[in-house]
């Protein structure tokens, strides 16, 4: 889905030899607001920071089109994605959790 999307810009990491190691998408919701839909990296590669590159290079290209207001969801539990978001001043407006019965 991401592949065939004309509604913004999917973003790839690659390993010098080109082999992709990771892989996020901003789509444009508006002509000034973007929604991250993920950013996924290789476990292998974790810890290196290819995230926040990621990040940074969303809001980048998002600010370049006069974007500004960028949002994302993820899981209550995802402190990982929390942390990451906070580095570059999202911030935390809601939290969801399911109900079981």
Same mark, same amino acid.
């Given at each position: 889905?991401?592949?065939?999307?004309?509604? @913004?810009?999917? =973003?790839?990491?690659?390993? $010098? #030899?080109?082999? $992709?190691?990771? %892989?996020?998408? %901003? &789509?444009? =919701?508006? $002509?000034? *607001?973007?929604?991250? *839909?993920?950013?996924?990296?290789?476990? !292998?590669?974790?810890? =290196?920071?290819?995230?926040? #590159?990621?990040?940074?290079? !969303? /809001?980048?290209? &998002?600010?370049?089109?006069? %974007?500004? %207001?960028?949002?994302?969801?993820? @899981?209550?539990?995802? *402190? &990982?994605?929390?942390? /990451?978001? &906070?580095?570059?001043?999202? *911030? /935390?407006?809601? !939290?969801?959790?399911?109900?079981?019965?």
């Amino acid at each position: 889905m991401w592949l065939d999307a004309n509604d @913004g810009v999917m =973003l790839v990491g690659c390993r $010098p #030899d080109g082999r $992709p190691i990771a %892989v996020s998408r %901003v &789509a444009l =919701l508006s $002509p000034t *607001e973007g929604w991250v *839909e993920g950013i996924r990296v290789d476990p !292998e590669v974790r810890g =290196l920071d290819i995230a926040s #590159d990621l990040q940074t290079a !969303e /809001l980048a290209w &998002a600010a370049a089109q006069g %974007v500004d %207001v960028v949002r994302y969801a993820t @899981g209550s539990d995802n *402190e &990982a994605s929390h942390r /990451l978001g &906070a580095r570059d001043g999202f *911030e /935390l407006i809601a !939290e969801f959790k399911a109900l079981l019965h």
